[in-house]
């Protein structure tokens, strides 16, 4: 089973979210308890709202236990900041036409968020910036074709 990388950030946002979801699993049986007993099941639209709720429910925990089971959870604030680029680094580019400041931080698939500028470690992005060092240029294919950067920090927070 390959592992697969995850922030601390990324494990603690599972777990809570499992947590939600088995405290959720009996006031969803109680809900299927008190629909059953209303009588006929075949019309009944609250026994069959309750089921399907349950199904995904289920389907969300199993979801989670299999990608914390499969996680590992990298912490770059233990590791020591060599300038490159890794998973979970902070990552400042400049880019090199418009001089424009972007910053990201390489995540897990599932925490991947860019508005809050947090790039998958398997988006174009990060593949292009893996390994590389403060300092250097890179060329990234972007939607709008390539550009260059220059990678200007690399944090470990």
């Known amino acids: 089973m390959e592992k697969v990388p995850m922030t601390v950030r990324g494990e603690k946002l599972?777990?809570?979210?499992?947590?939600?979801l088995?405290?959720?699993?009996?006031?969803?049986?109680?809900?299927?308890?008190?629909?059953r007993e209303l009588g006929d099941l075949k019309e009944n639209a609250e026994y069959h709202a309750?089921?399907?709720?349950?199904?995904?429910c289920e389907a969300q925990i199993r979801d989670i236990e299999y990608k914390l089971s499969v996680a590992q959870v990298i912490d770059?604030?233990?590791m020591e900041n060599t300038g490159k680029v890794i998973f979970g680094a902070t990552v400042t580019l400049i880019d090199v036409d418009t001089e424009e400041e972007k910053r990201?931080?390489?995540?897990?698939?599932d925490e991947a968020e860019i508005k809050a500028g947090r790039i998958s470690v398997s988006s174009p992005i990060a593949r292009g910036l893996?390994?590389?060092?403060?300092?250097?240029e890179v060329s990234i294919s972007t939607p709008g074709g390539e550009k260059?950067?220059?990678?200007?920090?690399?944090e470990y927070l």
């Open 76 to 78: 770059v604030t233990k």
């Open 130 to 136: 893996i390994g590389k060092s403060e300092g250097d």
């Open 50 to 56: 309750a089921r399907e709720e349950q199904g995904i």
């Open 22 to 35: 088995l405290k959720l699993r009996p006031q969803i049986s109680q809900a299927i308890a008190e629909a």
């Open 148 to 154: 260059l950067f220059e990678i200007d920090r690399v």
């Open 104 to 109: 990201y931080q390489i995540v897990g698939d």
């Open 14 to 20: 599972l777990r809570d979210e499992l947590e939600r």
